[in-house]
């Protein structure tokens, strides 16, 4: 990869988590639309080991992506209820991630009897 194509990469990710992105972009494609696919390929898979990795790389996604989510809706121009949604869906959203992360180590932690 060369060095203008590295540079691009690094500004996009600079300016997502810098809320550079409109927030209906962000929120709309990034949490809904890539969230969505992401959600919909994990609900498929089977082993109890895939559903692991599947849904940590899940969690994984949801939790970068609501930061940017937040760091959009701050710099939001338009109506505050627009703003306030978008937070709270970013927050419940780390929250839910976190408990689901937090599952998967009670349950793979060597005391864990089902």
């Not at 194509?5 to 709309?28: H, P, T």
């Not at 082993?47 to 849904?55: M, Q, R, W, Y």
Request: glycine share 10%.
């Amino acid at each position: 990869m060369n060095d203008k194509a590295m540079e691009g990469k690094q500004n996009f990710f600079r300016r997502i988590y810098s809320g550079g992105f409109e927030l209906f972009d962000v929120f709309w494609a990034g949490f809904v639309l890539v969230g969505g696919v992401i959600s919909l390929s994990a609900s498929k898979l089977e082993t109890v080991e895939s559903i692991i990795i599947g849904d940590c790389l899940k969690s994984g996604y949801f939790i970068l992506i609501s930061v940017a989510v937040w760091k959009s809706a701050s710099v939001y121009q338009g109506k505050k209820v627009w703003k306030i949604l978008a937070k709270l869906t970013a927050v419940l959203t780390v929250i839910g991630s976190i408990f689901t992360l937090g599952l998967w180590a009670i349950y793979l932690s060597p005391n864990y009897t089902p």
